[in-house]
């Protein structure tokens, strides 16, 4: 099993300090769902992880990272 790592706090912090919050209503999930997916406890669905780099202007493999440790 891998694990996935992300980029989502370090991006919001670049793209004006974007709290949970604001990302959440972007993208279409609660705060809590973001929080989730931030400490990588939680995977998003494919079309999240998609609306979530879309938000950041990114690529999806610049927003999440994939290694099978």
């Known amino acids: 099993m891998g694990v996935i ?9 670049e793209h004006g300090e974007m709290t949970q919050q604001q990302l959440a209503e972007k993208i279409g999930v609660t705060r ?21 780099a879309a938000v950041f202007g990114e690529p999806l493999e610049s927003v999440f990272h994939y290694s099978k440790d």
């Open 5 to 13: 790592r992300n980029e989502i706090r370090r991006l919001r912090f």
């Open 32 to 52: 809590q769902t973001v929080n989730a997916i931030e400490q990588g406890k939680y995977s998003p669905s494919l079309e999240a992880a998609f609306r979530i």
